[in-house]
């Protein structure tokens, strides 16, 4: 099949009747200047030890070599604008041929976008909270001690050492997943889109869908069950050619 004839079969799938949903990773904020995390030859994970580098118990141990590499991966994120797979998806949601997006991005650009319905599965960076008394803050109380030299950021309630509202490696999955998780049930199709499908439990999603549809610039462990896989470098140009097939321009 060519790249013509899939994004054509993608259409066709998005306007048949059912509940659709997108599942996105890393992958889609690439094009938005966001480097990813598993990338043959260019993943962040092939650099660092993320269990070293972004676990809970890297953040007790060493908090401030933690909030070194964390702030690092911060300012990558910091004036990142959503790009055309963002903004077409939130345009497909806004036409109803979406129900929402679950995503395992902690950038925060599918909302930017515009997207209403997100369910971010591993958390974001508009909150922070203690360790200890579970106090919340906004991040910029994070990130404001950050910058000024303390290092690691406290509570100024108790004095615990303050974690950003992110999934890290050995943390249980958060309240979004779970809401995912019962969203999905009777979903017709999911698209996938720039995601490795390897960091579980939210690779497990595709297991509760029909139909499953894999935009990613390499193979995933779930392309044999896929009906449709685009492998293509650019998912912004994907979506790009897919809106145009719509009408959605």
């Not at 509940?19 to 962040?44: C, K, M, Q, W, Y």
């Not at 300012?75 to 939130?90: D, I, K, T, V």
Request: net charge neutral.
């Amino acid at each position: 099949m060519t790249y013509e004839e899939k994004i054509r079969s993608l259409a066709e799938y998005l306007k048949k009747p059912g509940h659709n949903f997108a599942f996105t990773g890393a992958g889609v904020s690439t094009e938005s200047g966001i480097p990813d995390f598993r990338s043959r030859g260019s993943g962040l994970w092939e650099r660092v030890d993320p269990m070293k580098a972004a676990s809970l118990s890297a953040l007790r141990r060493e908090p401030a070599q933690f909030y070194k590499f964390f702030m690092g991966v911060w300012e990558s994120f910091a004036g990142a604008e959503p790009n055309a797979a963002h903004y077409a998806l939130a345009r497909l949601e806004e036409e109803k041929l979406l129900a929402g997006v679950i995503t395992q991005n902690i950038d925060g650009l599918h909302r930017a976008a515009g997207s209403q319905k997100v369910w971010e599965v591993h958390g974001h960076m508009r909150s922070c909270r203690c360790l200890d008394c579970s106090k919340p803050y906004p991040f910029n109380a994070l990130l404001d001690q950050y910058r000024s030299g303390t290092n690691p950021p406290r509570c100024s309630q108790c004095g615990g050492m303050l974690r950003p509202d992110v999934v890290l490696f050995e943390d249980a999955m958060g309240e979004y997943f779970y809401k995912a998780y019962h969203a999905l049930s009777g979903c017709q199709l999911l698209i996938v889109v720039g995601s490795s499908l390897q960091v579980y439990p939210a690779a497990s999603l595709p297991e509760l869908v029909k139909i499953l549809v894999i935009v990613n610039r390499e193979p995933t462990p779930w392309d044999a069950r896929a009906g449709l896989v685009i492998n293509e470098k650019m998912a912004g140009q994907v979506f790009t050619d897919l809106m145009s097939v719509l009408g959605l321009d």
